[in-house]
């Protein structure tokens, strides 16, 4: 959903065709609605004592984002646009109009105007509907867009829209252009497209000519239009002038002189965008170089190194201090830090020395490289006596220097740019600042167009994947304004081509008289982008708008909670989906489906008050969009949040738990039973069975009560058993979790009940029948498990705790055995999440240690059990180490 907002300024358009029909078209509709009204007012003689209103809102589809081709940011901006133009038409109808009002003798002829004031889309698809949702809030982010309308941030979702696993990617598409410099000075300009030629004219040129109106464009910061308008009639050929008003990307494959001239000036003075082209569409170039570094080796670390106005400590008549650059690196380099970039090196001003800035160049790989100072093009460098240096003979003959400069007859120039052994992914070059010259009056002006093309140039040899650089000098407010916006767009993950249109178009609209949004030549690919840092906030496309992707979010990090192992990583998880709950949309929270995802993944983090929270929210919503099985992962976690109530007074000491930690425990005991039973009704399956018996497995944990555990260790027996038979029936290769509980609760039920009591009869058959249980269990893991991996190895411990248990006795030989075994696991792959059926198992068996049995056999037992659980745990942590 999209509002209106008055506003008197008219703006160009993207993909200019469609802007200028949905205009008429809007324009057209509300007129008509207008007529309406009006010969409504007449039928009923209805008295409007003032001039009126017609708030009007508007449902389309996204246009031209199907077969025609368009992307959904462009087909979403120009229908905005073309609602703006048709805004703007209807109050010029209107101020027409008024210059009639003194005319008016009918009262129902009083005027009647029409704005429209909102304007919803709408989409079939669920996956088209995210990308239109997430195009528009990145078009709110520029000026144009934010000046006019109100975004809606969340999407709005139907009954009957629909979804699919397979749908093609989002068209952003650019158009080819290659310009290429012949020997007669002409402009060989060559288009590569969707069909099987390649288009190619040549436009002949004077040079003399062309050269008077560059140095004009480039001389000054302030915008002057004739220029643009008559370098575009001078410089396009008139087949490709007929295109301008389709407003393309345009991507700019330029030789070393034809890169010399500002494409991105070009405006066409019979547009009624009246915008320059690299405005109202994106404009990059690419250079064409038949010398370049052929291995490239980029940084991997989120790094960046930012040097402003380096020549302020010492400055010169010929370079003053530039306070502009100073605060634009500055800027820069503290919006780097705040978007997760943890190594910034910054020298600005007094800190820049020459040896500094050297110094830090070679000292790591960067990332981003951005430059702000001075630029000089092949200046004359000589000594405190006239003499020549750097390479002079010493007579008096000078050296040209063409580079940033550091300091006095010191200079950072492509020479020492080449010896950077691992290249910048991006790179930005201001060297166009303008400052106050007090040096002499003649002093030619430099041609930061040539001195851009050359500094660039030697990048882009290295192979940087993106270069921008000032062709003249610039405006320092505006470069301020377009290096902020540039580095926002990109920190956002937005693509180069984006993020240059966008900071383009911002510093056009806001800079006045400046043509300081033209100066910058972008160099490389427009679909290139920075690898975000995790974590990093503001992203655009990282905004949650529907709920399915809320949903998705909070799955991913249920995912990542299962194979994180410290504190401080589980935190970073809690906190990340606590913002994704605190953030979201109200109406998304009436979702089941949401609210049962939301109460896995606290689950997961072991925050059980929230997990419950949520699964309780779930049951109570309409439409009932949960799974069956979020009801399972429910039961399970009300069973286990029972027993962390008790905390370590497990067994016999559950008795000495407060009341209210009991009757909390019953509570959800019988929410878990009640969840259970319900199920098991719909249908048995072996989870079903297998949580209904570790439901009484937990229960036996907290039961002070001997008869009540030997009761409840019966009915866990019996449940998993029939889990277990299921298992085999269906072959599945988790049979071994069923046997292994059912055989956990025999193994008890097994032991003698009073100390020192001999086992019955029947209770050594039991164990005969319980060791040849426990050998199948080393079957499963043969037959389903080949080769030596986490798993195999966790059944094998396994199989040896179940021995031992059997017998009621750890020996030092069975302790480190297992401990081994569980440890190899743990190297395996195993986390300490992964670990825990061991520990829990380990757990269970330390809490039915027979009170019946002496003291000092239940306290050797208990003390080896614990010292086995501390160290699976232990082992597990060593390998994240």
Request: hydrophobic share 40%; net charge negative; charged share 25%.
């Amino acid at each position: 959903m999209i509002r209106s907002c008055a506003s008197g300024e008219r703006t160009p358009g993207q993909s200019g065709a469609l802007a200028s029909t949905f205009a008429n078209a809007v324009t057209t509709y509300a007129l008509a609605r207008v007529d309406e009204e009006r010969a409504r007012r007449k039928a009923t003689t209805t008295i409007i004592s003032d001039d009126s209103c017609l708030n009007i809102s508007l449902t389309s589809l996204l246009i031209g984002s199907g077969e025609a081709g368009l992307s959904v940011a462009d087909s979403l901006q120009a229908m905005l646009r073309g609602v703006r133009q048709a805004n703007l038409r209807l109050k010029g109808l209107n101020q027409t109009k008024q210059t009639l009002a003194g005319s008016i003798k009918n009262p129902t002829d009083r005027s009647i105007t029409a704005f429209i004031d909102k304007i919803d889309f709408i989409e079939l698809w669920e996956d088209q509907s995210i990308r239109a949702a997430k195009a528009l809030l990145r078009l709110g982010t520029s000026s144009e867009i934010r000046a006019s309308f109100d975004i809606d941030e969340l999407l709005i979702e139907g009954r009957d829209g629909q979804r699919r696993a397979d749908f093609e990617e989002d068209r952003n598409w650019w158009q080819r252009m290659r310009i290429s410099t012949q020997k007669d000075g002409a402009l060989k300009f060559e288009t590569f497209g969707d069909r099987a030629r390649a288009d190619s004219w040549l436009q002949p040129t004077q040079r003399k000519l062309v050269q008077s109106f560059l140095e004009r464009a480039t001389e000054s910061s302030a915008t002057d239009s004739n220029v643009s308008f008559t370098m575009f009639e001078l410089l396009v050929p008139n087949a490709l002038k007929q295109a301008a008003p389709d407003r393309r990307n345009l991507a700019l494959m330029l030789d070393e002189e034809s890169a010399a001239y500002p494409w991105e000036l070009l405006q066409d003075r019979y547009d009624d965008a009246s915008a320059p082209l690299s405005v109202q569409a994106g404009m990059v170039r690419q250079l064409v170089l038949g010398e370049f570094r052929e291995k490239v080796v980029h940084a991997t670390d989120f790094s960046a190194l930012v040097i402003g106005d380096p020549t302020s400590a010492g400055p010169s008549p010929d370079f003053p201090a530039l306070p502009g650059a100073a605060a634009e690196a500055r800027a820069v380099a503290q919006h780097l830090r705040d978007r997760g970039y943890g190594k910034v090196v910054e020298l600005v001003e007094g800190d820049a020395t020459p040896e500094a800035t050297l110094n830090a160049l070679y000292a790591q790989p960067y990332r981003i490289l951005h430059l702000a100072g001075h630029g000089a093009f092949e200046y004359a460098v000589y000594d405190d006596d006239d003499q020549a240096k750097n390479g002079g003979d010493g007579d008096g003959s000078t050296k040209t220097i063409t580079g940033m400069v550091l300091a006095k007859g010191i200079f950072l120039t492509p020479a020492e740019i080449e010896q950077m052994r691992f290249v910048p992914e991006l790179v930005f070059i201001n060297c166009c600042h303008l400052g106050e010259m007090t040096g002499e009056a003649n002093r030619k002006p430099i041609p930061y167009h040539k001195l851009a093309a050359n500094v660039a140039a030697q990048f882009i040899r290295m192979g940087v994947r993106a270069v921008v650089a000032a062709g003249w000098a610039v405006d320092d407010s505006a470069a301020s304004t377009f290096a902020t916006k540039f580095y926002d767009c990109m920190l956002n993950d937005a693509t180069f081509g984006d993020a240059v249109q966008s900071a383009r178009s911002e510093v056009y609209r806001s800079s006045g008289g400046s043509n300081t949004w033209g100066a910058y030549q972008c160099y490389g690919d427009p679909d290139f982008s920075l690898r975000v840092p995790r974590g990093s906030s503001s992203r655009t496309d990282a905004r949650i708008v529907a709920g399915v992707e809320l949903q998705r979010s909070v799955d991913v990090i249920a995912l990542r909670a299962k194979t994180v192992d410290s504190a401080s990583g589980k935190q970073r998880l809690l906190d990340e989906l606590r913002t994704l709950a605190s953030i979201s949309g109200q109406r998304w929270m009436e979702s089941a489906a949401t609210c049962a995802a939301l109460g896995k993944a606290f689950g997961e983090l072991g925050s059980f008050e929230d997990a419950l929270s949520y699964y309780q929210r779930s049951r109570a919503l309409y439409p009932s969009d949960a799974t069956v099985e979020s009801l399972e992962q429910f039961a399970n976690l009300s069973g286990r949040s029972a027993v962390e109530l008790f905390s370590d007074m497990l067994g016999t000491r559950a008795a000495e738990a407060p009341r209210e930690v009991h009757d909390e425990a019953e509570k959800l005991f019988a929410q878990a039973d009640e969840i259970l039973d319900a199920l098991l009704v719909i249908g048995e399956t072996s989870e079903r069975l297998s949580l209904k018996g570790s439901l009484y497995k937990r229960k036996a944990m907290v039961a002070g009560d001997s008869k009540e555990r030997h009761r409840l260790l019966q009915q866990m027996a019996r449940f998993y058993g029939k889990a277990y038979d299921l298992d085999v029936a269906k072959q599945s290769a988790d049979a071994h979790y069923s046997l292994a509980n059912r055989l956990a609760a025999e193994i008890v039920l097994a032991w003698p009940l009073g100390a020192r009591r001999p086992r019955s009869k029947a209770a050594r058959e039991r164990l005969s029948v319980i060791e040849s249980g426990l050998e199948e269990i080393r079957s499963i893991a043969a037959r389903t498990k080949p080769g030596r991996d986490f798993w195999y190895d966790t059944l094998t411990g396994n199989v040896l705790l179940g021995k031992c248990m059997a017998r009621q006795e750890i020996n030092a030989a069975d302790l480190d055995n297992m401990l081994t075994v569980y440890s190899n696991a743990a190297i395996r792959g195993g986390s300490t999440r992964a670990l825990r059926s061991v520990t829990d198992q380990i757990r269970f068996f330390e809490a039915m240690a027979d009170p019946g049995t002496d003291a000092g056999k239940k306290g050797s037992l208990v003390e080896s059990l614990e010292t086995l659980r501390e160290g699976v745990i232990a082992a597990a942590m060593a390998t994240k180490l």
